[in-house]
Nanobody, 114 residues
Framework: VQLVESGGGLVQAGGSLRLSCAASGTAVSISTMRWYRQAPGKQRDLVATITSGSSTTYADTVKGRFTISRDNAKNTVYLQMNSLKPEDTAVYYC?????????WSQGTQVTVSS
């Protein structure tokens, strides 16, 4: 199983970015997919989750600004991030459990300037 991320970068506060996570070796349609982020010197925190039944949940810090979604045909999960704040600056990772083992993407840097 492999998760490959793209879409990070530098954006001004109030701007938007969309992260993509392309999966191979597993189907996102039948998996619970998660987005995490880790800021320098801090723990890795769960940001958003989408289940196989398309239920979504969000951390309170991003609720109303971020949207997790997936495209089953492309086997890809997305994180649309709007109204970005400097405190959203972090390395973002997508994640899934595959037969009980955590699988992570390589991570992508998101930097929000004030």
């Amino acid at each position: 199983v492999q998760l490959v991320e793209s879409g990070g970068g530098l954006v001004q506060a109030g701007g938007s970015l969309r992260l993509s996570c392309a999966a191979s070796g597993t189907a996102v349609s039948i998996s619970t997919m998660r987005w995490y982020r880790q800021a320098p010197g801090k723990q890795r925190d769960l940001v958003a989750t989408i289940t196989s039944g398309s239920s979504t949940t969000y951390a309170d810090t991003v609720k109303g600004r971020f949207t997790i979604s997936r495209d089953n045909a492309k086997n890809t999960v997305y994180l649309q991030m709007n109204s970005l704040k400097p405190e959203d600056t972090a390395v973002y990772y997508c994640n899934t459990l595959y037969f009980g083992s955590n699988t992570w993407s390589q991570g992508t840097q998101v930097t929000v300037s004030s």
